[in-house]
């Protein structure tokens, strides 16, 4: 099942059981897939493309989350929170600290990257291979770490 068959039927359990942030953020969701269908680009939805669109839904409300929690508005702070959960769920898993620093390890190691004049070479391939499993911050924390750029 693609995603959007997915987001269709969870869109339709979310009507059914009446869960209204779960309704609004998975319309969301559909609304970012049928812009990039209607866009004319001529692409099609790809599993690449679908983990860009809700990577970037999710970085927009981790953003909110942020900003809402600085103002000291944690009640909108914890819709932003729901609304995130429900769209990490579409994602692949997200790999912990450690995972992304043994991968970009791995991938440095196949390169043989060991200095920071190497990080334009390790990071482009790091984010390509980590993409939707990690935040892009979190995968440059680990290439400056095995760097030693820090």
Do not use: C, W
């Amino acid at each position: 099942m693609n995603l959007t068959e997915k987001i269709n039927n969870d869109l339709k359990e979310a009507m059914k059981s009446g869960d209204k942030t779960k309704l609004q953020t998975i319309r969301s969701i559909r609304a970012l897939l049928l812009e990039f269908e209607k866009s004319g680009t001529g692409k099609k939805m790809n599993e690449e493309e679908e983990i860009k669109l809700l990577s970037t839904a999710a970085k927009k409300r981790k953003e909110a989350i942020e900003e809402f929690t600085k103002a000291g508005r944690n009640d909108l702070s914890a819709i932003e929170q729901t609304e995130l959960n429900i769209i990490m769920s579409y994602l692949p898993q997200q790999l912990t600290p450690d995972e992304v620093l043994n991968h970009v390890k791995q991938i440095a190691e196949k390169i043989g990257a060991s200095s920071k004049e190497d990080f334009p070479k390790l990071m482009p391939l790091a984010i390509k291979e980590l993409k939707g499993k990690a935040e892009g911050k979190l995968v440059k924390e680990a290439v400056e770490k095995i760097l030693g750029v820090l």
